[in-house]
């Protein structure tokens, strides 16, 4: 039933959001992590996405574009790149409007910035990060076999842990008190449910949308990893350790989905 499915693809992302509480826990105790550790676990949740992207969203997505147009090849590379390029360009808009501050370095972007405190800029840019995996997750669902969409939840999830650490400590190395920054780490992963619900609602409704969504969900994430993870990880002259860390969370994503998919 079209409930069940909604239900599932809600719950995991929800879960997948919430794997930044069980991160950002050693807050509690940690006093701060490197600037090389934090470019580590960046470039691991770029991994992940880009894996994600390609081999649980926009490969299915050519798949189901196919099956929906007689196998017609042509019809499928138009319709998720089409895709692909709007959920790139949704991202860009959002970010180019919604004031935030980015995840390691700090300037600020957007419009209005000066009336939003430093840490509301920083929740809006983790929440930028976080709500095109929501959908990732809730999109993949819709696939015809919904084991890709565990094997996504799980591999978002498993981003999200180092993510939630990052997020914690950082709050609290620049003052802010260890309960509320564990707080806020928790309040990140919030939106990524809100992105599954919305993703396999609209995947619900018609299956002639399952190719856009996939391709919009693996559109917004590539971006997301070119525009803003990737760029901070290369900030410090440390592009070689991130770089290897993006390949180990691509091999790990990759991984997933071909044993889980």
């Given at each position: ?11 995991a992302?929800f ?5 930044t509480?069980?991160g ?5 105790f ?6 090389r ?9 770029a ?5 994600a992207?390609?081999?649980?969203l926009?490969?299915?997505g050519?798949?189901?574009a196919?099956?929906?147009?007689g ?5 499928a ?18 970010n180019?409007?919604a ?12 419009a ?12 809006i840019?983790?929440?930028l ?6 959908l ?8 015809p076999?919904h ?11 498993l ?5 939630g ?16 920054s564990f707080?806020i780490?928790?309040?990140t ?24 969504g ?26 070689g ?8 969370g ?12």
């Amino acid at each position: 039933m079209a409930s069940d499915l909604i239900a599932a693809g809600t719950l995991a992302s929800f879960l997948a959001g919430q794997a930044t509480t069980l991160g950002a826990l050693p807050v509690f105790f940690l006093k701060g992590i490197s600037q090389r550790t934090q470019n580590i676990f960046l470039g691991f949740a770029a991994g992940i996405m880009l894996a994600a992207s390609f081999f649980s969203l926009i490969i299915p997505g050519l798949n189901a574009a196919g099956d929906l147009h007689g196998g017609n090849k042509t019809v499928a590379a138009l319709i998720v790149g089409s895709a692909i390029l709007l959920g790139a360009g949704t991202l860009h808009l959002l970010n180019r409007v919604a004031p935030h501050e980015h995840f390691i370095s700090g300037p600020m972007s957007g419009a209005e910035k000066s009336k939003l405190s430093r840490i509301w800029l920083f929740v809006i840019a983790i929440s930028l990060h976080n709500f095109p995996e929501g959908l990732a997750v809730g999109v993949s669902f819709g696939s015809p076999d919904h084991t890709a969409g565990y094997a996504t939840a799980f591999g978002i999830g498993l981003q999200n842990i180092p993510e939630g650490l990052a997020v914690a400590v950082s709050l609290a190395a620049v003052g802010y008190g260890r309960l509320f920054s564990f707080f806020i780490a928790v309040l990140t992963g919030l939106i990524e449910p809100v992105g599954g619900f919305l993703g396999i609602s609209a995947i619900s409704l018609s299956s002639e949308l399952l190719p856009w969504g996939l391709g919009f969900a693996g559109g917004a994430m590539i971006w997301v990893v070119s525009s803003e993870i990737i760029p901070e990880t290369h900030r410090d002259h440390q592009e070689g350790t991130a770089t290897f860390a993006l390949m180990v969370g691509l091999a790990v994503m990759m991984s997933l989905d071909w044993i889980f998919g």
